[in-house]
């Protein structure tokens, strides 16, 4: 099932339903409503949904709606993985609000983000490596595995508080059938690493937890020789929930159109399961290109097997 993402027109509307029409104009009725969804928009989308029954909403994206007081995408206005209790507790409650929205949205669906660790992201001596043609090379190995050593260490304590915030958040999911899906990250120094998601996987149940793949993301690891992008997938792919879809143009500049960049979308084979699959697309890119280029990606994925 293939899905679009609000992130690419909710900050330009302030009519709901004006931003559902917007997308169903692309030619899609699966709507992901991402972490830029103000309390304002709320009655027009409901409007829009009421209007429309071929539209229903596929998915939302933490946190959904924003908190009072937040006018713009703001998916890591708390965190989950906070040394402070309280950071924690509002983190919590604004993702049980969410849960709260996708109930009345009737879907099952919410993309996380769990925090970061306090660092330096180690990737500009990573990228320096890659410009100087080093990407492939036992000197950039080494770096990489410096990078992956550092980070572990340092993410101890953060990835510890994460996985109490999960603990709450799962119950609550279990409490209301829905599933959480913890979203791949694009930098080091955000949660989870590769380790730490097999962690959290083996940790709770799989019925109210999964892996939500973002194909920019990992891309983004992949370019730095952090990770294979295929072979991610494929470890993962057994608690896959979703994705989202998008390219990278090196270095980092991702949301683009698939196709755009250097992901290996014909060897990410697990996408083809029947699973919400949400193109990420930055506002940048104009909406008259987009029915053409995303229906043909469409039309060249969805034929391949499982």
Request: hydrophobic share 40%; with cysteine; charged share 25%.
């Amino acid at each position: 099932m293939f899905a679009f993402s609000t992130c690419w027109n909710s900050d330009r509307h302030i009519d709901g339903a004006a931003m559902l029409r917007e997308i169903a104009g692309l030619g899609f009725t699966n709507i992901e409503l991402s972490h830029g969804i103000r309390v304002s928009l709320i009655e027009g989308i409901q409007k829009a949904l009421e209007k429309d029954p071929r539209l229903r909403v596929s998915s939302l994206h933490n946190y959904c709606p924003l908190p009072v007081g937040y006018i713009r995408s703001a998916p890591n206005v708390y965190d989950l993985s906070s040394e402070r209790s309280s950071e924690r507790a509002k983190a919590v409650r604004a993702t049980i609000a969410t849960m709260d929205f996708a109930e009345k949205m009737e879907t099952r669906h919410i993309v996380l983000h769990l925090g970061g660790v306090r660092m330096k992201d180690p990737v500009e001596p990573l990228m320096a490596s890659v410009a100087a043609g080093r990407r492939d090379t036992p000197e950039h190995r080494a770096l990489v595995e410096r990078a992956r050593r550092h980070r572990d260490v340092r993410g101890r304590g953060a990835f510890a508080h994460a996985m109490k915030s999960l603990a709450a958040l799962v119950e609550e999911a279990r409490l209301r059938n829905l599933v959480l899906g913890v979203e791949s990250r694009a930098r080091l120094d955000e949660i989870p690493s590769e380790s730490e998601m097999e962690r959290l996987l083996a940790e709770f149940p799989p019925e109210h937890l999964g892996y939500w793949h973002d194909t920019g993301h990992v891309q983004m690891w992949e370019n730095l020789g952090l990770a294979d992008h295929a072979a991610w997938l494929k470890k993962f792919q057994g608690r896959l929930v979703g994705a989202h879809l998008h390219d990278v143009i090196w270095p980092e500049h991702d949301h683009q159109l698939p196709g755009d960049g250097s992901a290996p979308f014909d060897r990410l084979t697990a996408l083809r399961a029947d699973l919400p699959k949400v193109f990420e697309i930055h506002p940048g890119i104009p909406g008259e290109v987009l029915p053409g280029r995303l229906g043909s990606f469409m039309k060249k994925l969805a034929p391949l097997p499982p």
